[in-house]
Nanobody
C-alpha cells in the first residue's frame, strides 16, 4: 500500500521560510515522481515541484522557481521542500504527491499560511 506522510507547514510572515517533508512507503523501488501540489481557496490544484526517481530531474513551477528547493534522502525515503522568501500568495494547502506509472497518490496535506 502506498503511503505518503507529511510533516511541516504552519504560519510564517512574508519573507520567512518553512520546510515540508514527505515520507513515502509502499513503492520506493521502480520509477516514479514525487513532490508537492498546492491548492489555495477558490483555485485549482497546481504542481509546485517534483523530482524523478529515474534521473533526479527536478521540476519547479514558475511561481516558486528560485525560492523553493526540493531534495530527497533515499535512506529515509523522505522528500523535502525547502521554501524560502515566502509570499502571501504561497498560502495554500500543500499535498505530497507521488506518480507511479499513471497513478496519482496523495498525502493528507498540510496548511501553509504566509502573512504580509
Amino acid at each position: 500500500e502506498v503511503q505518503l506522510v507529511e510533516f511541516g507547514g504552519g504560519s510564517v510572515q512574508a519573507g520567512g521560510s518553512l520546510t515540508l517533508s514527505c515520507t513515502a512507503s509502499g513503492f520506493t523501488s521502480g520509477d516514479y515522481a514525487i513532490g508537492w501540489f498546492r491548492q489555495a481557496p477558490g483555485k485549482e490544484r497546481e504542481r509546485v515541484s517534483c523530482v524523478s526517481s529515474a534521473d533526479s530531474t527536478r521540476y519547479y513551477s514558475d511561481s516558486v522557481k528560485g525560492r523553493f528547493t526540493i531534495s530527497s534522502d533515499n535512506n529515509k525515503n523522505t522528500v523535502y521542500l525547502q521554501m524560502n522568501s515566502l509570499k502571501p500568495e504561497d498560502t495554500a494547502f500543500y499535498y505530497c504527491n507521488a506518480v507511479i506509472i499513471k497513478y496519482y497518490y496523495w498525502g493528507q496535506g498540510t496548511q501553509v499560511t504566509v502573512s504580509s
